[in-house]
């Protein structure tokens, strides 16, 4: 199972950047093996974020229906990933809180993979991060 982060989605779907065509590889390469790829809410949320941070309102249903597409799960945010995610801050485990919040619903799920550029997550004990080619 890998759990897959919110910067792959929106540099799929996002304008020319260098790691753009990275991301897109890196997913379908993912699903051509047929590995399980997960996600959480708080991703969800985050694409909603950003894009409306960045006033790019017509991004946000194109980048999540792509992201839909190659999940096979989204787990919700439940309380005790919160409170295990401010147990990962308040140690200084996190490198944000938004991280915390993944690594906590991967710990709860036994996920110890995760595709994403966020190069904090190589800190995590326990998680793998892909993130090349």
């Known amino acids: 199972m890998i759990f897959v982060d919110s910067n792959i989605p929106m540099y799929v779907r996002g304008r020319a950047h260098p790691l753009k065509a990275t991301a897109q590889y890196l997913l379908e390469q993912a699903a051509v093996r047929g590995e399980i790829l997960v996600t959480d809410a708080e991703v969800l949320q985050e694409i909603v974020h950003r894009y409306s941070a960045i006033r790019a309102m017509e991004?946000?249903?194109?980048?999540?229906?792509?992201?839909?597409?190659?999940?096979?799960?989204?787990?919700?945010?439940?309380?005790?990933?919160?409170?295990?995610?401010?147990?990962?801050?308040?140690?200084?485990?996190?490198?944000?809180?938004?991280?915390?919040?993944?690594?906590?619903?991967?710990?709860?799920?036994g996920i110890?993979?995760?595709?994403?550029?966020?190069?904090?997550?190589?800190?995590?004990?326990?998680?793998?991060r892909i993130g090349e080619i």
Do not use: C
């Open 59 to 109: 991004e946000i249903n194109p980048t999540l229906k792509y992201l839909l597409r190659f999940v096979d799960r989204v787990f919700p945010v439940e309380q005790e990933d919160v409170l295990l995610a401010a147990d990962f801050v308040t140690r200084g485990a996190a490198g944000s809180s938004r991280d915390a919040v993944h690594a906590a619903i991967m710990r709860r799920y």
């Open 112 to 128: 110890e993979r995760i595709l994403s550029f966020d190069k904090d997550f190589d800190r995590w004990p326990g998680i793998s």
